[in-house]
């Protein structure tokens, strides 16, 4: 079993910034990848980036260059820094843990907003 919170959701201005934090707790040593997801409204959910124990990283192409994932080991966290806003990038935003035993687990999600 692995929990994840999410926190540092919120409203922001286009061409704002965000910084996503996400904790883990539980079976961490079997976590492999760790990601961000989002889900906007009427749409499927998608991976914006993801980030492996070895520190690999995989980005959508709509954020890259403007978000950036990064992940503590020792702290059991992993974050997303979301520099340029667009208002397209409103959605709920979840935490993933991808097993090694291929299982996943989601936290509850954070709204980020994008508005002026």
């Known amino acids: 079993q692995v929990q994840l919170v999410e926190s540092g959701g919120g409203l922001v201005q286009p061409g704002g910034s965000l910084r996503l934090s996400c904790a883990a707790s539980g079976s961490i040593f079997s976590i492999y990848v760790m990601g961000w997801y989002r889900q906007a409204p009427g749409k499927q959910r998608e991976l914006v980036a993801a980030?492996?124990?070895?520190?690999?990283?995989n980005y959508a192409d709509s954020v890259k260059g403007r978000f950036t994932i990064s992940r503590d080991n020792a702290k059991n966290t992993v974050d997303l820094q979301m520099n340029s806003l667009k208002p397209e990038d409103t959605a709920v935003y979840y935490c993933n843990a991808h097993l090694v035993s291929s299982m996943d687990y989601w936290g509850k999600g954070t709204l980020v907003t994008v508005s002026s």
């Open positions: 980030i492996t124990s070895g520190g690999s990283t």
